[in-house]
Antibody, heavy 122, light 106 residues
């Protein structure tokens, strides 16, 4: 059974960097069939996919246009986890952040982390 | 971006009712459409993927249909555990979600 365990701070100051980590058990971040995603949810924006990283003989990243200039998603093969960094945050980035797995064959998110409420405030 | 529009936004129903939720895409997503159930304070849970494939462990009262731009999620006989918010999600071109349909007790 795949489990995703999120960690990271719940409060970030405006203009600073939001950083979260998602630890994977029951699968590998280097899997050739899985993709590792970050999704957020807020009352104003609903569910919003932010980006993903995945391995297909080499590492790939894809990000949503809305955050493309500010986002970095990195795999960590030594710890079997992946991370999210979102730069220059504002109050608009206040949301619950989730990590999630998708499979290439299904294009759906089948396992999710527990969610982290991140508030951007001074 | 492909826009996903769900209807209705809120649905009032009773236990035992047949419930249908519609999702429309702004352009064709073929059959790359998933449905999720979310309860307060929890992550979404996938019910249906590839428009009509039932996720393992999901009760058979949930079913999905459609292709292209129009899709439906049907709950054949609403159970107490089914009162929740439901989302559609396209996986044809990156990913976008619908705005959600809240199923509440009538």
């Amino acid at each position: 059974q795949v489990q995703l365990q999120q960690s990271g701070p719940g409060l970030v100051k405006p203009s600073q960097t939001l950083s979260l980590t998602c630890a994977i058990s029951g699968d590998s971040v280097s899997s050739n069939s899985a993709e590792w995603n970050w999704i957020r949810q807020s009352p104003s924006r609903g569910l919003e996919w932010l980006g993903r990283t995945y391995y297909r003989s080499k590492w790939y990243n894809e990000n949503a246009e809305s955050v493309r200039s500010r986002i970095t998603i990195n795999p960590d093969t030594t710890k079997n986890q992946f991370s999210l960094q979102l730069n220059s945050v504002s109050s608009e980035d206040t949301a619950v952040y989730y990590c999630a797995r998708s499979l290439n064959d299904d294009q759906a998110f089948d396992f999710w982390g527990q969610g982290t409420m991140v508030t951007v405030s001074s | 971006d492909i826009q996903m529009t769900q209807s209705p936004s809120t649905l009032s129903a009773s236990v035992g009712d047949r419930v249908t939720i519609t999702c429309r895409a702004s352009e064709s997503v073929s059959r790359w459409l998933a449905w999720y159930q979310q309860k307060p304070g929890k992550a979404p849970k996938v019910l249906i993927y590839k428009a009509s494939s039932l996720e393992s462990g999901v009760p058979s009262r949930f079913s999905g249909s459609g292709s292209g731009t129009e899709f439906t999620l049907t709950i054949s006989s609403l159970q107490p555990d089914d009162f929740a918010t439901y989302y559609c999600q396209q996986g044809h071109t990156l990913w976008t979600f619908g705005q959600g349909t809240k199923v509440e007790i009538k």
